[in-house]
């Protein structure tokens, strides 16, 4: 792997991580209230849909969807959606309402937009990076949201609020890289 | 009307959490906010009423599903009439335009009001639902542009030039500035109910 395909690599997880800096998928991160190790799983399932997707879209769009714009949003969703089955029935889960809010976010169809654009190569690379981003960013969230929520809140500040505060930090801290 | 609709409109942080990317995203300036205030409003009209007319033809088991694709349709939709007619502003909200699509906001509003009493309803509560994000994310939007950029849509203010905070700006801020919103509306949901009680 050479050192610029590396520093894309980097990128996807820290500095343009896609649900901390980009907010792409931050539903899924503001709303999961299990534990770091669920989250992580969580998150990983989540990569999991969002790798494949953009490895799909690429092709699609630079050899089909260049002709036809104006179909890309609702392509591309819907080759979201078809991963997220696979993938639910790959981890025998059903898929349900919760698993579609789950995998099918802003991260996901942010990928497929933003790759779709690049080379191939670098594509698959940002792909990996944000996915991996992903998962990290919801494991170490929960982690954060965990430890808070023993702490005294002021009552207006607990739940959302305090969430939000806790992405604050996370977002100042990924912004040293 | 469902329960999960009428849970939307009766808890406004749930919203907020529901529309977070549109709310983070598009509040550095206030007329982005405006503008994708006004999208996430028209999507979840119209995804509502379609979802409402093909209520009876949506399966139990891929129903959520479809409802997915039939938002990312009316997102395209919409996506191709900013396009047309406000390139500009198409142009500034960049890969968020499309992003409408997949928030969970919206994909839960749809996937919910197939189960509404009447086609007025639906609409009423897509317009609660829409314009309380509008609102919510134009005051942060506000905040967030005369912090971060001493203007307000984009008209530059002197005074806040010296008290600038370049980070309002970035992602932090918008957190922040959320966090900040989202507690206000929590205070006051608070008061609402110890009145009422």
Do not use: H
Request: charged share 10%; net charge positive.
């Amino acid at each position: 792997m050479n050192q610029s395909m590396f520093l894309v690599l980097l990128a996807g997880i820290l500095a343009d991580n896609y649900a901390i800096q980009n907010f792409l998928g931050v539903e899924s991160l503001l709303g999961n209230g299990s534990g770091a190790k669920k989250a992580l799983k969580l998150g990983g399932l989540t990569a999991a849909v969002m790798i494949p997707s953009a490895a799909i879209a690429w092709p699609l769009q630079n050899y089909v969807l260049n002709n036809a714009p104006y179909l890309q949003t609702l392509v591309f969703v819907a080759i979201i959606l078809l991963v997220a089955a696979v993938v639910s029935k790959a981890a025998k889960r059903p898929f349900d309402e919760g698993f579609v809010l789950l995998t099918v976010n802003g991260a996901a169809l942010g990928l497929c937009l933003t790759t779709a654009q690049m080379g191939f190569g670098e594509a698959m690379m940002t792909a990996i990076g944000a996915g991996v981003g992903f998962a990290l960013a919801m494991a170490v969230f929960a982690s954060l949201r965990e430890r808070v929520e023993d702490d005294k809140v002021p009552a207006a500040f607990r739940g959302l609020p305090v969430s939000l505060l806790i992405a604050a930090m996370m977002s100042l801290v990924l912004f040293a890289f | 009307m469902t329960e999960k609709t009428s849970i939307l409109q009766k808890d406004p942080l749930l919203l907020l959490l529901l529309g977070a990317c549109p709310a983070l995203a598009a509040t550095a300036d206030v007329r982005a906010a405006l503008g994708m205030g006004i999208m996430v409003l028209a999507v979840l009209l119209l995804s509502g009423i379609i979802a409402f007319a093909l209520r009876g033809r949506l399966s139990q088991g891929a129903g959520f599903a479809t409802c997915v694709i039939i938002v990312a349709g009316c997102a395209s939709v919409m996506q191709m009439l900013l396009a047309a007619f406000l390139p500009a502003f198409y142009n500034q909200l960049g890969i968020y335009a499309a992003i409408v699509a997949v928030i969970a906001l919206t994909g839960r509003f749809a996937g919910g009001v197939k189960e509404a009493e009447s086609m007025g309803q639906a609409v009423k509560t897509a317009l609660t639902i829409g314009l309380y994000l509008l609102v919510v994310m134009v005051i942060v939007a506000a905040v967030r542009e005369v912090l971060g950029f001493a203007s307000i849509a984009g008209v530059s203010l002197d005074f806040f030039e010296s008290y600038k905070i370049s980070a309002m700006g970035k992602a932090p801020g918008a957190y922040i500035a959320l966090a900040m919103a989202a507690a206000v509306v929590a205070a006051c949901g608070s008061k609402k109910e110890k009145e009422g009680k």
